[in-house]
């Protein structure tokens, strides 16, 4: 059934390909940059990706290269950073990483639009109008985020040990270009945990409660990429079609959930995160079969379809109806288990070595308090969440 009303947008120009990223130059001159802001990060420096981004554009020089941003970038570094492109009069930025990386350009592209200093400021975005305008080109690093395509940026305060959300059309990038070449050297580990993040973005696009015909298309056809791509690009880093496969699996699944919502996974995920500091894509992986189980009662139909595209026509033909919806979360639970065999991707909150057990009420408190909760469609009160956590742990 339609919803009453609904609203989809995604008006990211995107460039995929082997060699996607020689698109770089001519996208700054159709946007009229001449003098961006290039981000990206230390590791990415290091492993010479910064140097293929600075060599697709030979004919433009950067204002400013800042490649300091931390793995769990903050809103002190957005608020640097945007005082930085004003000191260098950037008229545009091009940043290329993780979700890390990609969120903390749309921080800064969010304060230079609207002539702010600082982010917080800027809390409940979604009511403000676009702004002065800042050319944005996303090259993402990692396939999970989605960032590149999302209305979305999350920014991290560390002093109150919680995770800002801004969600605003605005945050949208100009383009996204995804090239094979700047994903191929993301080590297994970090390719199964993004990789169980962008599953997570599409399941919980496909079930919450603000679904809709689009989120459904995007999200299905980046389910069927990811059981088909990511323990091949897990096992096979070099593997070039499955990086490519994964880097537009995480591009769908983004735009999915940017155009319905998250839901309960990412509501308690958030609060681990916040509170623990366990990376974004292990909380993904540890808690998504947990909170479907806890989702299943309700959630009958939709799982029962999810399992079409989790475990393909003939799996789903030879299963009877009424248990389509448990071997669906079946399905994902056998990738994390499979993940975790050749990656070592955590499988429980106490593997991942940051969680102790007298941590979970607190992290149960801040989960029903996290705005993804709001899609889930099974309420989850804070009991239910300590539940969900305990099974988990
Ligand atoms: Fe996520």
Redesign the pocket.
């Known amino acids: 059934m339609l919803p009453a009303y609904y609203e989809f947008q995604n008006a990211v120009k995107i460039c995929s390909g082997l060699l996607a990223l020689d698109r770089l130059s001519y996208e700054l001159h159709s946007l009229h940059a001449k003098a961006p802001l290039v981000l990206s990060d230390a590791t990415l420096r290091k492993l010479g990706l910064l140097d293929h981004v600075l060599s697709a554009m030979p004919d433009i020089t950067p204002a400013c290269v800042y490649t300091d941003i931390p793995a769990d970038s903050g809103v002190s570094v957005v608020d640097h950073i945007a005082q930085l492109y004003r000191e260098n009069e950037c008229d545009s930025i091009v940043a290329a990483g993780g ?1 890390s990386v990609l969120d903390t350009a749309k921080g800064v592209a969010l304060l230079i639009a609207q002539g702010a200093s600082h982010i917080k400021s800027l809390m409940g975005c979604d009511t403000l109008d676009r702004g002065h305008r800042v050319p944005y080109i996303a090259i993402p690093t990692t396939a ?3 960032s590149e395509v999302t209305a979305v940026a ?1 920014v991290s305060d560390p002093v109150h040990q919680v995770k800002l959300e801004y969600i605003s059309t605005h945050l949208m990038p100009d383009v996204a270009i995804l090239d094979v070449r700047m994903t191929q050297s993301l080590p297994p580990r970090i390719t199964a945990s993004t990789g169980m ?2 599953l ?2 599409a399941i ?1 696009a496909f079930s919450s409660t603000q679904k809709n015909p689009l989120s459904d298309a995007y999200a299905i056809a980046s389910i069927r990429l990811i059981m088909e791509n990511l323990e091949k690009a897990v096992r096979h880093p070099h593997d070039k079609q499955a990086r490519l496969a994964m880097a537009n699996a995480s591009l769908l699944a983004g735009s999915a ?1 940017s155009n319905s919502m ?1 839901g309960g ?2 509501a308690i ?1 958030h609060a681990t995160g916040g509170l623990c500091h366990v990376a ?2 292990d909380a ?1 992986a540890i808690l998504l079969p947990y909170v479907m189980r806890f989702n299943e009662d309700c959630l009958q139909d939709i799982y029962s379809e999810l399992l079409l595209y989790l475990g393909g026509p003939e799996l789903y033909s030879q299963t009877a109806p009424a248990r389509r919806a448990r071997e669906a979360i079946h399905c994902v639970r056998r990738l994390a288990k499979r993940l975790n065999r050749i990656s070592g991707l955590p499988l429980r909150l106490q593997d991942t070595g940051r969680v102790k057990a007298e941590d979970l009420p607190l992290i149960a408190e801040a989960a029903v308090n996290d705005g993804a909760m709001i899609a889930n469609r099974k309420a989850i009160t804070q009991k239910d969440a300590l539940k969900i956590l305990m099974h988990a742990y």
């Open positions: 979700g999970g985020t989605g999350v993040d962008a997570c973005h919980e959930f998250v996974v990412h995920g974004h894509g993904m």
